[in-house]
């Protein structure tokens, strides 16, 4: 199981620290990503760190988003920063893939899956 945190309300330019605390220990060998959705969206690639802490960024976000882990803690996070009014969206974590080469691969099924944490960005 997955859980997020972290949502809430930013102005636009602001910063957010999202989290992503998984219940069992077996996920610090897990790819751990993070997508958003928008109401109306597809739900898109945002993050992705491997176990080992290669990442992969949507283009969208590079030098603006930072993903993290901490294996000890079953956790990981998403730094975002200088948000901007077309990122509001439900921001959620996934645990599975593969990142090579800076690209992440998701799974072709039996991905695991959060609820979710809502992103506001408004003034």
């Known amino acids: 199981q997955l859980v997020e945190s972290g949502g809430g309300l930013v102005q636009p330019g602001g910063s957010l620290r999202l989290s992503c605390a998984a219940s069992r220990s077996a996920f610090r060998y897990y790819v751990m990503a993070w997508y958003r959705q928008a109401p109306g969206n597809q739900r898109d690639f945002v993050a992705a760190?491997?176990?080992?802490?290669?990442?992969a960024y949507a283009d969208s976000v590079k030098g603006r988003f930072t993903i993290s882990r901490d294996n000890a803690k079953n956790a990981a996070y998403l730094q975002m920063k200088s948000l901007n009014a077309e990122e509001p969206a439900a921001y959620s974590c996934?645990?599975?893939?593969?990142?090579?080469?800076?690209?992440?691969?998701?799974?072709?099924?039996?991905?695991?899956w959060g609820q979710g944490t809502q992103v506001t960005v408004s003034s």
């Open positions: 760190i491997s176990s080992g802490g290669i990442t």
């Open positions: 996934t645990a599975g893939g593969q990142v090579q080469s800076g690209t992440y691969y998701p799974p072709s099924s039996g991905a695991y």
